[in-house]
T-cell receptor, first 113, second 108 residues
Framework: DAGVTQSPTHLIKTRGQQVTLRCSPKSGHDTVSWYQQALGQGPQFIFQYYEEEERQRGNFPDRFSGHQFPNYSSELNVNALLLGDSALYLC????????????FGPGTRLLVL | GIQVEQSPPDLILQEGANSTLRCNFSDSVNNLQWFHQNPWGQLINLFYIPSGTKQNGRLSATTVATERYSLLYISSSQTTDSGVYFCAVWAAGNKLTFGGGTRVLVKP
């Protein structure tokens, strides 16, 4: 049973560029959430997708957008990158209906120069 | 929004020692999870524990939801226990709010 997978593992971009990160949820899960973890801090909730719609959003600007596909996989897009967007981006999956453990992927390390 | 505080922020242990990590939260929650983040950044599920006590090997956790805290116990610590331990709660929906973490270093 495959767990949560994310790609790419590492990414280097320059300021102003755009980036797309990808996530495939754990088998049987239909809800995907994205988190940003800056160095030395706990993960911060960006947004959550279920049934291809954004269901909840944290305190992040509109430069952060996402998408969920019919197979439940998801993308996180960040436009007009800033130096402060450098972080570990984590994807988590769970089921919308039940109270169930959230499982995290290995993350994508983004460095903005 | 809900606030989650973890203590201590840093912990240095000698191999074989026992320790207790604490997580306080500011409001009623539907659920609580404990994670271990390894040096490569992977968040590993330790416990899903809205209330009561659970044990898994040398680790155990207790959540007292009415008093808004949870404790993670590490017994007979090993060097592989090093890393950052996070407590995370959710109140509405599936949004997790994390504490700041406890950084644990176990020395041989």
């Amino acid at each position: 049973d495959a767990g949560v997978t994310q790609s790419p593992t590492h990414l280097i971009k320059t300021r102003g560029q755009q980036v797309t990160l990808r996530c495939s949820p754990k088998s049987g899960h239909d809800t995907v959430s994205w988190y940003q973890q800056a160095l030395g801090q706990g993960p911060q909730f960006i947004f959550q997708y279920y049934e291809e719609e954004e269901r909840q959003r944290g305190n992040f600007p509109d430069r952060f957008s996402g998408h969920q596909f019919p197979n439940y996989s998801s993308e996180l897009n960040v436009n007009a990158l800033l130096l402060g967007d450098s972080a570990l981006y984590l994807c988590a999956s769970t089921t919308w209906a039940g109270k169930e453990t959230q499982y995290f992927g290995p993350g994508t390390r983004l460095l903005v120069l | 929004g809900i606030q989650v505080e973890q203590s201590p922020p840093d912990l240095i242990l000698q191999e074989g020692a026992n320790s207790t990590l604490r997580c306080n939260f500011s409001d009623s929650v539907n659920n609580l999870q404990w994670f271990h983040q390894n040096p490569w950044g992977q968040l590993i599920n330790l416990f899903y524990i809205p209330s009561g006590t659970k044990q898994n090997g040398r680790l155990s956790a207790t959540t007292v939801a009415t008093e808004r805290y949870s404790l993670l116990y590490i017994s007979s610590s090993q060097t592989t226990d090093s890393g950052v331990y996070f407590c995370a709660v959710w109140a509405a929906g599936n949004k997790l709010t994390f504490g700041g973490g406890t950084r644990v270093l176990v020395k041989p």
